[in-house]
């Protein structure tokens, strides 16, 4: 059996969607043990909404989540008491339970307030290979992305490198970045900030968004990372 996970997602923080999503990701895996199958949205399109600039709210996503309600022979539920349940996890409910599928509503083994970098530490895709694609796509030594140097071309890219980080392994914390990539939490926010700018503003920055499409490509071609579907543009 084929279980739907329902848990709470959009929020008006960034910073909390990108918990909520590592706390999906726990709880997948800890229901993986004892055996369950499990599809959870929030784990499946996380990564996509932030590399897209995808609307976060169920609305959005409802005809994705039927299809995969259709599929799934019941939905587990997860009380997590101080979430209470969101509109999407209500509706989803509804679904399964005028369907006369299973509803199960689970108790968690771990709270959201122990969910740290610890968790799921790991990177997906390492920061040197990004800064290496990036510098690889801008023709750009790449000691100078890890230098100090404020000139625009060397900061450029290391926003960029910053940002392909945090979206390519959204599991990460912002501290936990920032130990990996040897800076702090507010640096790499003022990184993700500029990048959102430059590429999903009125006023896009083609050259930094061509600098991105062929970092991204280069990760999948060097380096095999499974970066699919490749954007080239947003």
């Known amino acids: 059996m084929i279980y739907y996970l329902a848990t709470p997602y959009s929020d008006v923080k960034l910073s909390k969607m990108r918990h909520r999503y590592v706390y999906a990701l726990v709880l997948s895996e800890e229901l993986r043990k004892k055996g369950y199958v499990v599809y959870s949205p929030i784990v499946h399109w996380h990564v996509q909404t932030h590399l897209y600039n995808l609307p976060p709210e169920a609305t959005f996503w409802e005809v994705q989540n039927k299809a995969m309600m259709n599929v799934c022979d019941g939905i587990i539920v997860p009380q997590i008491s101080h979430w209470g349940l969101s509109d999407g996890v209500i509706g ?27 968790s799921c530490a790991t990177a997906t895709v390492t920061y040197e290979d990004i800064v290496e694609a990036v510098s690889k796509a801008d023709g750009f030594a790449r000691e100078n992305v890890f230098s100090k140097s404020r000139k625009r071309r060397a900061a450029d890219n ?9 979206v390519l392994n959204n ?11 040897d800076t702090d939490h507010s640096t790499i926010y003022h990184s993700l900030s500029i990048c959102d700018d430059k590429i999903n503003s009125i006023a ?6 061509s600098v991105k499409d062929k970092a991204l490509q280069y990760l999948a071609e060097d380096n095999n990372y499974d970066i699919t579907p490749i954007p080239s543009k947003i």
Request: proline letters at 4%; charged letters at 30%.
């Open 92 to 118: 989803e409910i509804a679904d399964f339970t005028e369907a006369g599928k299973e509803v199960i509503f689970y108790v968690p083994e771990k709270s959201t307030k122990h969910i740290t970098a610890s």
């Open 158 to 166: 290391r926003h960029l490198a910053r940002y392909l980080f945090m």
């Open 171 to 181: 599991h990460i914390t912002f501290p936990e970045a920032g130990r990996i990539m």
């Open 204 to 209: 896009k920055d083609k050259w930094f968004i």
